[in-house]
């Protein structure tokens, strides 16, 4: 099915990324399986992806928000997680570079 086409279509998406985006670790949001996580993930890409396309037409180029969006720091990932014996599915968003303890070439 496809997406909606207006940024407006995407509340609860542009909810939890500004929460993410406030939080010094980041967010997670958990859900019964890992199809409603990758569909919330996919929404979530969605409503950044117009975010972008849109700041291309309010700010003029070389200004630091065109082509940008407000989470472009963000990365979302499908984590399973169990909560009192029960498996879940989170979609954590976390702040890029956080957590790393090095970096090096994949051969």
């Not at 990324?17 to 406030?22: F, G, Q, S, T």
């Not at 409603?36 to 849109?54: D, G, I």
Request: with cysteine.
């Amino acid at each position: 099915m496809p997406q909606a086409k207006s940024i407006n279509s995407f509340p609860d998406c542009g909810a939890f990324m500004n929460k993410a985006a406030e939080a010094t670790k980041g967010y997670r949001q958990l859900f019964a399986d890992r199809g409603a996580a990758h569909s919330f993930r996919m929404r979530c890409y969605t409503l950044r992806t117009r975010t972008q396309k849109r700041n291309e037409e309010i700010y003029q180029q070389g200004h630091p928000m065109f082509g940008c969006s407000v989470w472009d720091t963000l990365v979302l990932s499908l984590v399973p997680i169990e909560r009192r014996g029960v498996n879940l599915w989170a979609l954590e968003a976390q702040h890029t570079g956080m957590s790393t303890v090095g970096e090096e070439e994949i051969l």
